[in-house]
């Protein structure tokens, strides 16, 4: 009888939550808050709590923000989400804000993009960049540099522009982002003339480009190259490469140190520890993901009388990360790892 309540309350709470509709707070705690801040003040990513803009964004501009992300910049694309969790998500965001959501008109702003152009170079390029592709780095605050002014977005960003329309752009030009550096351009003197020429400027950006597409080269997760050497001499080849190249080699352990009881690891597995300490804290500061494969190392493994060398690909997994900056770094270090494990295997 004791036993019975329980059950049925058990199985009753299985089945609701079956059929329960998702929760957008946490949703949004499980997939947003680690950049956008608990309650959308921001951190690694812009505030969301912002009255002015989220009373300006329609859904279809959260929806497509969410979705396509900001490629080549931090803010992930979120293709698995179902619609029904990404609608949670937005409810959840537009309890930030009491402020009535403006309709955007669907038409066209007009403009003369010429005109626009240069009043953009004057008024934005210093915190958009010349060509919109935003300010470095990114959010509010960013490794060290936790005082640090909002990061100005990329506006020439695919999945920006695919999720904006002229009027939101408008919009925000017209009433600026409070508590943001994002001031409005019609109290800095501008004219909504001025503003609409602006807006079909910054349209210029726009290109029908998938966003999703990323430089469609075929990459294998690690590169490995085979040496003529003993493991021995592979070992000192690639410590004399690897200081050639102005790292500085840290140590060399058994791949299997701390994995196995010590002094029974397999001694023809070697890991090599390197790093160059300034391109380290360089590529920290753009983005602390990248201590994922940092410092740099390199294995060479004797199977069956065959000693191989192998590194990861950081370009491989640059992929995952969705930040152009990061992306140049991983491009320069799979080029290093590739003549490192050329060098050693000559
Ligand atoms: C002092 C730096 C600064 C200047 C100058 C500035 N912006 Fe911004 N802008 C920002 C920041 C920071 C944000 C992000 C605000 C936020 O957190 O919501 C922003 C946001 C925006 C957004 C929204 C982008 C998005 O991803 O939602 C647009 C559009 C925009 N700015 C256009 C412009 C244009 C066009 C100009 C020139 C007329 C301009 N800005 C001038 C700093 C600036
Ligand atoms: C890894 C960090 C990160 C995560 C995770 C992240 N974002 Fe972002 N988000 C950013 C950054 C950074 C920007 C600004 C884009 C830029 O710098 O060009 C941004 C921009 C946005 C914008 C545009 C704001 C504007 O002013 O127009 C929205 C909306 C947004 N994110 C919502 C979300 C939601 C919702 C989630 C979770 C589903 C999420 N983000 C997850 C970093 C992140």
């Known amino acids: 009888m004791y036993l019975r309540l329980p059950i049925i309350a058990l199985l009753y709470t299985i089945a609701s939550a079956a059929t329960a509709a998702p929760d957008g707070a ?4 499980e997939h947003c808050a680690v950049c956008h801040g608990a309650s959308g003040t921001g951190g690694v990513g812009i505030p969301l709590a912002v009255d002015s803009l989220l009373s300006i964004v329609s859904d279809d501009y959260l929806k497509k923000t969410i979705r396509l992300g900001r490629p080549g910049r931090i803010m992930p694309a979120f293709p698995k989400l179902s619609d029904a969790q990404i609608n949670a998500i937005i409810s959840h965001l537009r309890g930030w804000s009491d402020r009535k959501l403006e309709i955007m008109p669907e038409k066209p702003v007009r403009g003369d993009a010429r005109h626009g152009k ?7 390029a210093s915190c958009h960049g010349k060509d919109g592709e935003g300010g470095k780095g990114t959010g509010v605050t960013f490794s060290r540099h936790r005082d640090m002014d909002i990061i100005p977005p990329a506006l020439n960003n695919p999945g920006f522009q695919a999720a904006t329309c002229d009027h939101m752009i408008q919009q925000t030009l017209i009433v600026g982002r409070e508590g943001t550096p994002m001031t409005s351009f019609l109290e800095e003197g501008l004219t909504e003339q001025d503003i609409n020429d602006i807006v079909r400027y910054v349209r210029t950006f726009y290109s029908e480009d998938d966003p999703d597409a990323r430089t469609g080269e ?3 997760p690690t590169l490995i190259v085979e040496s003529p050497y003993s493991l021995e ?14 790292f500085r080699f840290i140590r060399t352990q058994p791949l299997e140190e701390g ?22 804290f360089e590529a920290l500061a753009k983005d602390p993901r990248i201590g994922m494969f940092l410092p740099c190392r390199i294995t060479v493994v004797e199977r069956d009388g ?24 991983c491009r320069t270090m799979t080029g290093i790892y590739r003549e490192l494990l050329d060098e050693i295997s000559l």
Do not use: W
């Open 26 to 29: 946490s949703l949004y705690s």
């Open 118 to 124: 240069v009043l953009y170079a004057e008024h934005c």
């Open 218 to 220: 075929d990459l294998p």
């Open 233 to 246: 001499e592979t070992v000192e080849n690639a410590k004399q490469a690897i200081s050639g190249k102005n």
């Open 259 to 280: 994995l196995v009881p010590e002094g029974e690891e397999n001694s023809r597995q070697v890991m090599i520890y390197f790093c160059n300490f300034n391109f380290l």
């Open 306 to 329: 065959v000693v191989q060398v192998m590194s990861v690909n950081p370009m491989y997994l640059s992929k995952l990360f969705n930040n152009e900056e990061l992306h140049e770094d």
